[in-house]
């Protein structure tokens, strides 16, 4: 399947400061990504996602960046909060099934008040 | 709009029983569902597709005979854990996407803890 790696596993930010996640994807030919919230032990929310004729894209505090030349995609969260603490996930396509998606290994992020 | 559900929410049974979930989309036909496992402190991991009214197409890996997938409506996929032992436990999830093409999101159900004794 795609192959999607994202880095780092585990942020830990103070309260207000900005979070970076990263992905990196392996078809050139993935033209849809998104970005999942997940709880602990709930389902993961869509909280933002970029099609690959836009370079950026942004959500009040959350803004995602796409670099289509080097594969790769970025979760920005400014101005961050204890509630965004949660696990993130970055997800790319399948290069046959633009609807089958394969997850990001996930990142942790800890906003400490 | 794009609701998911799935049942039961929590099951805990012996080692040896087979288990059956259920993924309902509520307010839109799904040709499509999706199928995916996830360990505790890990990622979803894709187990298959679940494709209505033909068989399901499993990921690299994935047990055909151990996982049944049945997907015999618009509205409806059934995934059957069978003879589970205690390394099937886990946390199993299902997905739909509103239109059968790119570039749209998946909808997920509220997942499904299996643990095995």
């Known amino acids: 399947g795609e192959n999607v790696e994202q880095h780092p596993s585990t942020l830990s930010v103070q309260e207000g400061d900005s979070a970076v996640i990263k992905c990196t994807y392996s078809d050139s030919a993935s033209n849809y990504f998104p970005w999942y919230k997940q709880e602990l032990g709930k389902r993961p929310q869509l909280i933002i996602d970029?099609?690959?004729?836009?370079g950026e894209k942004k959500d009040q505090r959350i803004a995602v960046t796409l670099n289509k030349t080097a594969k790769h995609f970025s979760l920005h969260i400014t101005e961050t909060q204890p509630e965004d603490s949660a696990v993130y996930f970055c997800?790319?396509?399948?290069?046959?099934?633009?609807?089958?998606?394969?997850f990001g290994s996930g990142t942790k992020l800890n906003v400490k008040p | 709009g794009a609701v998911v559900s799935q049942h039961p929410s929590w099951v805990i049974c012996k080692s040896g029983t087979s288990v059956k979930i259920e993924c309902r989309s509520l307010?839109?036909?799904?040709?499509?569902m999706f199928w995916y496992r996830q360990f505790p402190k890990q990622s979803l991991m894709l187990m298959a597709t679940s494709n209505e009214g033909s068989k399901a197409t499993y990921e690299q890996g994935v047990e055909k005979d151990k996982f049944l997938i049945n997907h015999a409506s618009l509205t409806l996929s059934t995934l059957t854990v069978t003879s589970a032992h205690p390394e099937d436990s886990s946390f199993y999830i299902c997905?739909?996407?509103?239109?059968?093409?790119?570039?749209?999101?998946?909808?997920f159900g509220d997942g499904t803890r299996l643990s095995i004794l």
């Open positions: 997800a790319a396509p399948n290069k046959y099934n633009f609807n089958k998606f394969y």
């Open positions: 970029i099609r690959s004729n836009v």
């Open positions: 997905s739909a996407t509103l239109r059968h093409q790119g570039g749209q999101p998946q909808h």
């Open positions: 307010d839109f036909q799904a040709t499509t």
